[in-house]
């Protein structure tokens, strides 16, 4: 059992810099992939980014490449997103998972271990 705290998500403005941290508690931290995904309203879950079990991988959604960065830290059983320059269109509660296979997957289907989520508003 993994259980996923996310936390950093605030009101911004468009253009500016926020880091969200997914806290990982359980032991099966190290040895798996870690995910963010987000959701805005009426809009189906989207894939935001991944990295692999040994931090050496790392994948991105199309519509935040070359402005987020995911990072983790074994010591802290903490996953980052440094997202930048955000948009409006960026406005979304943001999830984070863990997939057991270690892998930086980008399916939902990868991901066992999910948390609450925290909310993400960019204004315009």
């Known amino acids: 059992q993994v259980q996923l705290v996310e936390s950093g998500g605030r009101l911004v403005q468009a253009g500016d810099s926020l880091r969200l941290s997914c806290a990982a508690a359980g032991r099966a931290f190290s040895g798996a992939g870690m995910g963010w995904f987000r959701q805005a309203p009426g809009k189906e879950r989207e894939f935001v980014a991944a990295?692999?079990?040994?931090?050496?991988?790392?994948r991105y959604g199309d519509s935040v490449k070359a402005r987020f960065a995911i990072s983790r830290d074994y010591a802290k059983n903490t996953v980052y997103l440094q997202m930048n320059s955000l948009k409006p269109e960026d406005t979304a509660v943001y999830y984070c998972?863990?997939?057991?296979?270690?892998?930086?997957?980008?399916?939902?289907?990868?991901?066992?271990?999910w948390g609450q989520g925290t909310q993400v508003t960019v204004s315009s």
């Open positions: 998972a863990t997939s057991p296979g270690g892998s930086a997957a980008m399916a939902t289907t990868a991901y066992t271990y």
């Open positions: 990295i692999s079990r040994g931090g050496s991988i790392t």
